[in-house]
């Protein structure tokens, strides 16, 4: 073995297994984290704040009297700690995450720092309307960018999250066919929706009917005509739709449904695929989500925050709810009681305490104007393009139950591929793990067998979608040489194999407990 | 455009392969009559960071910011010092750019957060059981009401007068489609007798402490009066903080608590985004909302963290789903959860106290002016004081001296002839000395 002048070896010398238990449990860079109630101890603070006491006469008899029961943790052990937590995540900065219908996009740090701004960051909910004039702009001016790119007249801006967006449009609808003096209790929901869908219609007090799928992975238009009826408040659709595709009889079916007196809800999840290109309201919608966290990149943030805006029709436009933002000759005002009421407005309620998610609106704005028109329309065509791409590299390999043509901004497979290779649609996305890659969309949507929906997004290159292409080809043509092995123990280089999420689910750990006190031997 | 990597040269490839003559075949299956051109769309062209950044300062600089004047708004909403490590820390690509933890195994970090999240709620709280979040506390209390009429098969909600206005139209709004919603009268700096609207068809009462006027209510009688008729005590606390300080709800008999999280970790951010904390006695656990994070262990033995219980939950249970949430507020409770790391037993307990200290010093000196009467005999961080004329053209004349002096409470409550007068102030860990000596000059100066 060379030496250098020091004595330090310089050779790599013989790879051995890694298979060796450490001592520490830790890995070189693959630290272990403790829970904060393990690390923690009294006596220990991350603030310092002074010691100020206080007497009980204004506490009207409720004190605390008992600790709350919190670790104490000096700032290093802080960071340390939630550094260490991070490195255990998967994200979108550090590659490609492909789950389809969710939109993992680029976040641009831009629209961080703009959020950041005093002006915004710091601004009190309620402060006086001289102090909030910028604010109440920038949500007029993202008020007119939803409604341009959708075509639409009007906006409701508080729903916190698409599924609150979702309720929304179904409380709009009620209310228009109240003030009609009907009665409609149904609301129609193709089999391939989302979750949120027939969850949003039984929350806002409707009865839900599924409309089945054709072969073709379209709804069955045909189907759903026949179930319309005078007890039919409105159908939820996915445009385009949660296979992929854009449901080309859209028109057709939104006019069945105005003539059968309701409304068309568009679950807006997928608007990503066709915004700068297509506008919602040109094809009979009345109602339509918009995930700002999808299609505008504000950050998922590990499930939330997001918001979703839901832009509404002519019809439906008199029953948005509260607040409203108004101007006037002293500028901008929000309406937050019914007494000062725009004539004709007819809000069906709140949907929640102050004015909507401000944070997530600043981002979306600070995209829309990064982008502009002709980017929005780039990204668009971008993410439909490298969808077609990936489904194009892949289906000799994999199977595309409706890849004849073309799809929109997501590629669907199934597991026929699979078929007699004793490997799982759930193997194969744990054995992508080991590769570097999150996991596309499995098991949904329910219309196919063992499905992996994939949204590559606009935000990859060629390269790294070439790269991606590869890694599935190969692991495909591996599962179906019947290498089992690779994708049975999958994953093994993540932070942890499989979780028994069974056992969790039998007897559920919640929260952290103390360890009993030792008993006093006797 | 600087966030799209494909070049015009990429794209010609990727459309020979896939076999496309253009982009526009890809789109083959939208009807003709809704394509529509670039033009259609009357917005601007794409602009470099440079000039959007302009923009929005541009706005941002037209807002007062809590931070930029003696600031004393509240009312759901609180403006407090959040340590730099906690902004530091949610801006790690890890956890701002990561999605819900579908797969375990490669989010690990966030499932770890979520399970010491929800001990710190439950540890908060008084309870037994927390969830992972929800959007905030009005949506939280909303669905506490429709969890409570679930469990009691009841269909009456009774929201408690001193319940923050938003959050009762909140309720209302969905609560009120299947069951019936009653609101107790409005008694500003008093409790109503809301036991006495107890009765066999009511599925919980919902009150509010500290109140929206900021009077600290006594729990304890109103659970117990609750479930001698078979009804659940919703406790709801809009200021986080306040549990440092005060008995938590669940010592004081509550079944479910909602509470806003945002006044821990968390900046005003013009009302949203928030974070909804939930938690519950344990025995109602299969009717709680949203997500839930539980211990496991892997193939290997090792502990982790998965999502779970999630048959509750509408990407399974679908129309028969104890909520429709998905998204929830994943970041916002990483902040809450650092700062409550960062501050511990001590540090909340001292935050709180400080809280009350200063809120208490500000409403004797206040009490003082000429015609300004102290309306809350207790409180926590905030008080009411009844002015001798109407407080929201005072406001208004406060903003224009250059202090942000609380909110009338006429704004949440026009119809309340009685509370036209009445200013609700909040004062906090960041407002100084001079601050005070600031509003009270500018009040003496705007009631003359």
């Known amino acids: ?48 704040l002074p010691d100020v006491k206080v007497d009980d006469t204004r506490l009207g008899g409720v004190r605390r009297k008992g600790a709350v029961g919190l670790p104490g943790l000096s700032e290093p052990e802080v960071i340390r700690h939630y550094v260490r937590l991070s490195r255990q995540n998967y994200a979108i900065d550090a590659g ?16 961080e720092k703009m959020a950041r701004l005093p002006g915004f960051g710091d601004l ?35 729903p916190k999250a698409g599924a609150h967006g979702e309720l929304c449009g179904l409380l709009a609808i009620r209310a228009a066919v109240e003030a009609r003096g009907e009665k409609r209790n149904r609301i129609l929901v193709p089999e391939s929706a989302h979750g949120t869908n027939p969850a949003t219609a039984a929350f806002a007090g409707f009865t839900v009917d599924e409309v089945p799928a054709k072969p073709n992975g379209h709804v069955d238009a045909a189907a759903l005509k026949a179930k319309l009826g005078p007890d039919v408040a409105a159908i939820m659709l ?84 509260l607040p409203l933002l108004v101007s006037d000759a002293n500028g901008f005002r929000l309406i937050e009681d019914r007494d000062e009421l725009p004539p004709g407005a007819k809000p069906f309620g709140r949907m929640c305490a102050f004015h909507g998610q401000m944070g997530m609106f600043v981002r979306a704005l600070s995209y829309m104007l990064s982008h502009g028109r002709d980017g929005v329309r780039q990204a668009s065509e971008d993410a439909v393009l490298s969808a077609n791409y990936i489904l194009a590299s892949l289906k000799d390999v994999m199977s595309a139950p409706f890849g004849d043509g073309p799809c929109m901004h997501e590629a669907l497979f199934d597991d026929t591929f699979l078929e007699g290779s004793g490997v799982t649609t759930l193997d194969f996305a744990k054995a992508m793990i080991d590769e570097g890659y999150h996991p596309m969309t499995m098991y949904f949507p329910l219309v196919v067998h063992g499905a992996m929906l994939i949204e590559p997004t606009e935000s990859e290159s060629k390269e790294s979608l070439d790269r991606f292409i590869a890694v599935l080809r190969g692991l495909a043509e591996e599962a179906k040489a019947g290498k089992r092995e690779r994708f049975e123990g999958a994953p093994r280089y993540a932070p942890r194999r499989r979780l028994d999420e069974t056992a969790a689910a039998r007897k559920p750990v919640l929260r952290w407990k103390p360890d009993p006190l030792p008993q006093a031997a006797e | 455009m600087r966030y799209l990597p494909l070049t015009p040269d990429d794209r ?54 809590a931070g930029a004047v003696p600031s004393f708004c509240g009312v759901g909403a609180y403006k407090h010092h959040v340590p730099s490590a906690v902004d530091h820390l949610i801006q790690r690509s890890e956890f701002l750019t990561a999605y819900t933890p579908y797969q375990p195994e490669i989010a690990q970090g966030t499932l770890q957060v979520l399970f010491e999240f929800q001990t710190q709620v439950a540890l908060l709280t008084g309870m037994e059981v927390a969830n992972a979040s929800l959007y905030d506390g009005s949506t939280a209390t909303a669905e506490a009401v429709l969890m409570a009429q679930r469990l009691t098969r009841r269909p009456k909600a009774i929201l408690s007068g001193g319940l923050h206005p938003h959050y009762a139209e909140t309720v209302e709004t969905v609560a009120g489609l299947s069951g019936v919603v009653t609101r107790a009268p409005v008694t500003p700096g008093a409790a109503e007798d809301i036991a006495a609207l107890i009765d066999n068809d009511t599925a919980c009462v919902v009150v509010q402490s500290p109140d929206v006027f900021g009077l600290i209510r006594n729990l304890r ?33 509550a ?63 679908r129309e028969k789903a104890t909520s429709n949430i998905c998204t929830n507020s994943g970041l916002c409770a990483l902040a809450f959860t650092i700062h409550l790391s960062l501050l511990g037993e001590e540090g909340l307990a001292r935050l709180a106290r400080i809280n009350h200290a200063r809120a208490s010093a500000l409403a004797d000196r206040l009490a003082r002016v000429a015609g300004v009467e102290l309306m809350t005999s207790s409180f926590f961080n905030e008080f009411t004081l009844k002015l001798p004329k109407p407080a929201a053209p005072v406001v208004d004349a406060l903003a224009a001296k250059g202090v942000l002096g609380g909110v009338p409470a006429s704004r949440l409550m026009p119809h309340e002839t009685a509370a036209a007068n009445l200013l609700i102030v909040a004062a906090t860990e960041t407002n100084t000395d001079d601050d005070f000596a600031a509003f009270e000059t500018a009040l003496k100066e705007v009631l003359a």
């Open chain 1, 124 to 158: 009190h909910p309620l402060a006086p309307r001289a102090a909030t004039q910028g604010a109440l702009a920038l949500i007029s001016e993202l008020m007119n960018w939803l409604t341009t790119l959708t075509g639409m007249p009007a906006v409701a801006m508080s």
């Open chain 1, 238 to 321: 996915t445009n385009p739709n949660t296979c992929g595709l854009f449901e080309g009889e859209i028109v057709e079916i939104a006019k069945a449904v105005h003539a059968a007196g309701a409304y068309f809800y568009c679950d807006g999840a997928n608007f990503n695929a066709i915004a700068g290109r297509v506008r919602p309201g040109d094809l009979g919608i009345d109602a339509m989500h918009i995930n700002l966290h999808k299609t505008f990149s504000t950050p998922h943030g590990g499930g939330g925050p997001g918001a979703g805006p839901v832009v509404l029709s002519e019809r439906l436009a008199a029953y948005a709810p």
């Open chain 1, 1 to 48: 073995m060379s030496m250098n002048n020091q004595g330090r070896p310089s050779q790599p010398g013989v790879a051995q297994d890694n298979d060796l238990p450490t001592i520490s449990g830790d890995r070189g860079l693959d630290l272990e984290a403790r829970l904060i109630f393990e690390i923690g101890r009294g006596g220990v603070t991350g603030v310092d």
């Open chain 2, 12 to 65: 010609r490839v990727m459309l020979a392969k896939i076999g496309a003559p253009n982009i526009d075949a890809l789109f083959r299956d939208v009807p003709r009559e809704a394509v529509v051109p670039l033009t259609a769309f009357d917005l601007p062209e794409t602009k470099g960071e440079l000039e959007v950044e302009r923009a929005l300062a541009k706005l941002a600089a037209k807002n007062v910011a």
């Open chain 1, 96 to 111: 490609l995450y492909p789950l389809g219908s969710c939109t993992m996009k680029h976040n641009p740090r831009l629209n």
């Open chain 2, 255 to 317: 079944d479910i608590v909602a509470c806003e999280g945002q006044s821990i970790g968390n900046g005003l951010n013009f009302g949203g985004p928030y974070v909804g904390l939930f938690a519950a006695r344990e025995k109602f656990l299969r009717q709680m909302p949203g997500r839930l994070c539980g211990e496991t262990v892997d193939a290997s033995g090792k502990r982790g963290f998965v999502l779970t219980l999630s048959t509750r939950e509408q990407h399974i249970r």
């Open chain 2, 221 to 253: 009688p109103i659970a117990e009066a609750a479930h001698a008729k078979g009804a659940l005590l919703i406790a709801v606390v809009t200021e986080a903080v306040s549990l440092g300080l005060l008995e938590s709800p669940g010592a004081q008999g």
